[in-house]
Each structure stands twice: as C-alpha cells, then as structure tokens.
C-alpha cells in the first residue's frame, strides 16, 4: 500500500488492489484475525489488505461487535446491519484510512470466523449422490426414492469444525471389507476429502417456526468454503443405519473468509431442472442457484474443478427443509452443501469419486493416486462471477495429513 | 422447611427431606433455577429444597461458577473441584442455612441445565435396535452386521434440546407409506417417544486425542433423563442413507436436574455379556452399565418400565467410540444411550415397539392407543440404588404435544 505521513498519523491514500484480484471492492469478505500477540477481531479483506473493523467500526455504539473474537454477534444483528456495515466499508476504503486499521494479509493469522452452533451437511448434488451410491450399494439403484423428493442431510460434529491450515490428524477406527469375517482397527486407509460450499445463518428462528425459502436472505449471512474429511473406510461400515459418524467427525475444514451473501448477487442462477417439482415448501428455492467454481489442488497441482451451478438443490430449499418441521435455527449454524460433483469426472469434488473407489487412480506430480497419505496436502479455492465481469474469490481451504496418533 | 429466627437472619435449622424421598443426601443433583424475577443459578436439590450455590460457595474465588446461567463452567472445573464441592456441600447442609439460600422447589423455575456442544445419540440398546429393525426393515436382519462390534450412534441438533415442561409443537414433514407413489407434506401421524439416559461431558479433549474407555469418571459430570421425541413417518422416508433427521430435530427434551456420577456409584453393575468381545479400545468399559429404571406415563398412567441395566453398551464404551477416530469432546456434549427397551414388552421405551408399530395398541385411561395425539403428556421418571438402601432420583422429563403450527 502507498503510504503518506500526514502529520502524527500515518494514513494510506489507497490501499492498492492487485489487477484481477478477486478480492475487490464488491467482494469484501468477513473474518477473524490477529496481529502477532493481539486478540483475535473482526475484519474485511479487500485486495491482499485486512482491514481492522474494531478500530474503524466499533465507535458507533452498536454493542462493538468487531472487537468479538467471532462473527456470531455481528451476524446476529441482521440484514439490514449487514447492508448498512456493507455501504460504510465501501464508503471507507475510497477515503483515506489510518495505517492502524491495515494490515497486509500476509502479517496476520486468521482463525476460525464463527462460533458454529450446529452443523448439517447435506448431499445436493446428483452426480455425487448417484456415484457415491454405486461405489456404498453396487448391488441397488444408486439414487435412493427419497432423493429427489427431499434434500437429504444430516448432523456433523460442530465442535470438530476447524479453520483452514489445521493439521489433519489420520483418523483411527473400525474397518471391514467385505471378504473380511470381523472388523480391525488401525488408521484410515480410505482418507478422503469432500470438495463443498457452506452456508452461516446469522439470524435464527423460534422452536416451532418454520424458515420460508423466500426468507433465505433474511437469516443466511454468508457463505464458504468447506473440506469435510472422510474415512473411507470407517464409514462404510459404520453407516447402516443412522448414518455416518467417525467416518466423518474427525474435522471439518472452512476458509477463514465468509463472503456475503450481497457479493453473490451476481452469481445467482436458476438450478437445473427439478423433476418432479418438489412439494410446496421447497419451491421457489430454485433461482437460488449459485455459480461457483471450485478448484482442488493435491499438493500444489490441480485435479479437479467441481461447479457449484449443477447442484440439484439451492441452499434456500436447504434452509427452508431444515426447519419445515420447526426445528429452531441460530446464529452460527452452518449447513453444507455435500460434494460438489459435475457430470463429468475432473468435475467430482471427492477422490473416491475421482478414482471411482480407489481403481482408476489420478497422477498427481508424476505418481498414481488413490486415497491421501501423510503429509499431502489438499487446497480448495473458489471464485465466483461478481458485477461487471470482477470475480468474487472465496479464498481457500487448506488442510495436510498429520499420521494418525 | 422448620425456620427458627436467630437475630437479624432467618436461618433453617434442618431440611426436612420427605420419608423414601430420592433426593435424599447421597443424590445432590445439580440444576440451574430461578425465583420470580431473579437471574439464574446453580441449585442443588435436597429434599423438596433447592439450595441456591452462588449464595452460599461463590465467595470461594473460583471464577462464581454458580452464579452462571448453566452448569458448563463448574462441569469444566474437572473431577477434583467436583469431589470438592459435593464434599462441602454434604457439609453445608448438616448445619445451618440461611434461608436465602433455600428455595421450595415449588417456587423455583428450572432452566436448561447446560448449553448443549455436540448433542450424539447412540443406539444401544440390543432390544431396541432389534425391535426397531423388525419394524423398519421387515425383510432383513433385525440386527446389522457392525451392531455388536461398536456402538452405533449419530449426531442430532443440539440446538432443539430443551428442558423438560417444554411444550412440543407436533412437527410437519414429508411422509410416504410404501404403497403411495409421491410423498405428502402434513402433521406426523406417528409422533413418538424415546426414553434414554444422557451422559454430560465436564472435561472435554483435544483434536487428535481419544479418551480412553477407563477414563469416563474424568470427563463424565453426570446423567439426565432424555426423551427423543420421534416422528417416525418422517423417519421413515427421509433417513436412507444418512441416518435421521427432521424425524427427530424438532425436540429432544432433557430433566432439569443433573445426576452427578459420584451419587450412581452404587448403582454401577457389569454389562450382559458381549459376545463377540469387542475391540481393545472398547474393553474395560463393561464394568460401567448401570442399574436406573425408567418409569414412563401416559397422561398420568404408567404404560412402561424400561431397565437400563439391559444396555448392550456401556457410557463409558460410548465415549471412548466417539473421541477414538480423534474427534474432540468439549464441555457441554450430551451423549444419549439411545431408546431404553428391555426383553419384556412392558420394558419397551418407545411406543413404536410398545405398540409394535401401531398393530398392537396399549390401553391408556381406558382407550387403545398407539401414537402420541395432540394434549398428550409424556413424563419419564427414574431411579437408581443408592447406599444403604437409598434411592437416587432422577426426577422427571416432561412434555405435552401441541398442535402443528
């Protein structure tokens, strides 16, 4: 950034934005950092800048929300705070900043955005659900009858939701293969990822209360990304029937930067087709389609990019099933999407997709692949389309295999 | 109470504890209440007495735990400050109390205990996951292949759990009966009950360590009654191939008063056999079953006792299986047994085995019934030996169902 000393206080005239950063003014993503041994605050990122909310925000008497070490008290404030926070921070960075407020992104340690309340995942994609199905259930249809009736999902762990950059520990547990008469117990050989987007409800609603799917942008503040883990292995034979659990409860990675829903605007698009309409309740639900590209590096090289637009299900119809039979949501909740998998195979968003069970192996870096080993590290990032041809970045999750414990 | 004014304090010179009452001097649960307008605290029940905690052991410098709002600070303290406190409160109550610190439990409103983390239920009961299998899935095998190898359990929504008194909106969801074709949306017409036992976490763990099977005494805080009110119309369709959800997110009601481990030692007893003998990581918790039986009634008539002690996994099995893959545990996580059901059908604790799928009605205030109807009251109560011939209460879990929003 250009820096001009002006008199006691050091301001920067313009916080300089890389050309084709996805991180440009109509972006501005939320997180949580800290500065070396400072407490963790709230702040917006525009370019390769974090500005600090705390010091810029937090004289306007509203409960100083960016001093908190988590979205959930800002996020809990609602849409119209959020358009409002939105407009300041725009009108903000196009005048003069104080240095205090300004740290280069790569100075600074971002931590977990949201306290997460309760975790759902769902499983909105068809071409992942369909494939999953003919690797778990060879023998039976691959999409089950409730499938496309209903958004399936169910409970994940939310105290094992960690911030991207968090070491994986190779999970142990209970396996059997088919030949096999009982179970052993050892490390994961089936160390797997899901490639997904995750969406945070800010406002919540009352025991008894149902969420319409018009009402998504009145409680959902933002979205990002989501790596949920999976032991292979663990959860195919654990899974029948209440679904899975240590499979899958190990941890659960999100991108430290939220994006706000008013940043994906411009990415909304129609689903494809639902057929059969699904019942009241879910309809119109379907224009909230997003278009949002996912890209899956194994250790530094590219090897997949799942599209968001070919989701069956919208994150409104997600929401609004969620809560049809009054289930309360609060702030914090974080529901995910499942995989994200497109028709085609570099479009499958978990490796047991991509190498259909571990025998059709990828090269990555000149070796044949199947499942991850200790010390591979996995990326996912995203961008989305924003106005005027800009692009909409959703940053990245990280995660490297630790060896189990 | 007998109050004797001795200067300017009104003291009690004596609790009176009712003659056979289950809340005598071995039990000291623990439960978060407040008076009229006062803010809540931390109680411990002595007879038909709450004693208020922040009154008389908040002067003692570590960190006013009873004057929070839930149990979680105190369950965090750990075993030690656990022992401490029962040891002092034990002490407190053979002499005088200033009657500020006492409250007929009459007057009091009782809260949420704790601020539920992960809410995990298990499946434990081999009755149960049989009867259940006959009923889900009539052309298979009761019991699936993993069942007797580790204790099967998934995630619910910790966010629904509510105290008991709660009232119960009868959820709407989507049905199909096997012979429709499509689903339809409207009120469960099989609204049901769960009778468990939940298991409180004080001290939590870290990510990438497991608590080991004989360590449960160093975590666990105590037991509460939980009832997992169930829809099983809407189970039944949505939970292929990720287990339930909206068939029981809408409401899981827990008792008010918390159980401390220490009061159940004498009601701990060894598992029924486990045949096959379970893995390593799961050994050494068969001598942590427990003998609690479960009383529950039907708008005031007792239709069924289950008895814990027939539990086919033990809480401190549970735990070891849910932190084994390195998922953390953390303060406030409830885990459930799962639906208490014995061998008899008078032991059944849930009214779809009762009533074996609504075939075989149980007579209620001299009507046959078989799923709950709008009015219902449910109340779970319970009770376990305690030393010299005590009994160690429980109290009760409470809930009538309200008419669909």
Same mark, same amino acid.
């Given at each position: 950034?250009?820096?001009?000393?002006?008199?006691?206080?050091?301001?920067?005239?313009?916080?300089?934005?890389?050309?084709?950063?996805?991180?440009?003014?109509?972006?501005?993503? +939320?997180?949580?950092?800290? %500065? &070396?041994?400072? *407490?963790?605050?709230?702040?917006?990122?525009?370019?390769?800048?974090?500005?600090?909310?705390?010091?810029?925000?937090?004289?306007?008497?509203?409960?100083?929300?960016?001093?908190? &070490?988590?979205?959930?008290?800002?996020?809990?404030?609602?849409?119209?705070?959020?358009?409002?926070?939105?407009?300041?921070?725009?009108?903000?960075? *196009?005048?003069?900043?104080?240095?205090? *407020?300004?740290?280069?992104?790569?100075?600074?340690?971002?931590?977990?955005?949201?306290?997460?309340?309760?975790y759902v995942d769902f499983y909105a994609s068809?071409?992942h659900a369909s494939n999953l199905g003919r690797l778990f259930r060879p023998d039976a249809e691959p999409l089950l009858p409730n499938w496309k009736h209903l958004p399936v999902a169910y409970h994940g762990r939310?105290?094992?939701?960690?911030?991207?950059?968090?070491?994986?520990?190779?999970p142990s547990g209970q396996r059997k293969a088919p030949d096999e008469a009982v179970p052993t117990f050892g490390?994961s050989q089936r160390l797997d990822?899901e &490639?997904?987007?995750?969406?945070?409800?800010? !406002?919540?609603?009352?025991?008894?209360?149902?969420?319409? %799917?018009?009402?998504?942008?009145?409680?959902?503040?933002?979205?990002?990304? @989501?790596?949920d883990w999976s032991a292979r292995d663990i959860q195919a034979w654990e899974y029948v029937p209440l679904g899975p659990n240590l499979g899958k409860s190990f *941890?659960t990675?999100?991108?430290?930067? @939220?994006? $706000? =829903?008013? &940043?994906?605007?411009?990415?909304? !698009? $129609?689903?494809?087709?639902?057929?059969?309409?699904?019942?009241?309740?879910?309809?119109?639900?379907?224009?909230?389609?997003?278009?949002?590209?996912?890209?899956?590096?194994?250790?530094?090289?590219? !090897?997949?990019?799942?599209? +968001?637009?070919?989701?069956?299900?919208?994150?409104?119809?997600?929401?609004?099933?969620?809560?049809?039979?009054?289930?309360?949501?609060?702030?914090?909740?974080?529901?995910?999407?499942g995989t994200?998998?497109?028709?085609?195979?570099?479009?499958?968003?978990a490796?047991i997709e991509?190498?259909w069970g571990g025998?059709? $192996?990828?090269?990555?870096?000149?070796?044949?692949?199947?499942f991850?080993?200790?010390?591979?590290?996995?990326?996912?990032?995203?961008?989305?389309?924003?106005?005027?041809?800009?692009?909409?970045?959703?940053?990245? !999750?990280?995660?490297?295999? =630790? $060896?189990?414990?």
């Open positions: 950034m250009d820096l001009v000393r002006a008199g006691p206080r050091v301001v920067s005239t313009t916080i300089r934005i890389p050309d084709g950063s996805p991180f440009g003014p109509h972006n501005l993503p +939320y997180g949580v950092f800290s %500065v &070396a041994a400072g *407490a963790p605050r709230i702040g917006v990122r525009l370019g390769d800048t974090v500005i600090d909310l705390s010091v810029l925000l937090d004289d306007d008497g509203a409960d100083r929300v960016f001093s908190a &070490a988590s979205l959930n008290p800002f996020m809990a404030q609602g849409p119209a705070r959020w358009a409002e926070v939105r407009e300041r921070i725009t009108a903000l960075v *196009a005048a003069d900043l104080p240095d205090e *407020a300004l740290h280069p992104v790569r100075d600074v340690t971002l931590h977990l955005p949201v306290e997460v309340a309760d068809q071409h939310a105290g094992t939701v960690v911030v991207s950059g968090t070491g994986i520990v190779r490390p990822i &490639a997904e987007l995750g969406f945070l409800v800010g !406002v919540g609603s009352e025991l008894g209360e149902r969420i319409d %799917v018009d009402a998504f942008a009145e409680h959902v503040f933002g979205a990002v990304l @989501v790596n *941890a990675s999100i991108s430290p930067w @939220v994006v $706000p =829903l008013a &940043a994906l605007e411009a990415a909304r !698009v $129609p689903l494809p087709e639902q057929d059969p309409q699904p019942l009241d309740y879910l309809r119109g639900g379907q224009d909230r389609g997003l278009d949002v590209e996912l890209v899956v590096e194994w250790n530094g090289e590219e !090897v997949t990019r799942p599209p +968001y637009r070919e989701m069956y299900w919208s994150p409104a119809q997600m929401l609004a099933h969620m809560t049809v039979g009054g289930a309360s949501a609060r702030t914090g909740d974080l529901f995910a999407s994200v998998s497109g028709p085609e195979r570099r479009q499958r968003g490796f991509l190498t025998k059709e $192996p990828v090269t990555v870096k000149g070796e044949e692949r199947t991850l080993r200790d010390g591979d590290v996995v990326t996912i990032s995203a961008a989305a389309p924003g106005p005027g041809g800009t692009r909409i970045g959703f940053g990245e !999750v990280t995660g490297t295999i =630790l $060896p189990a414990g």
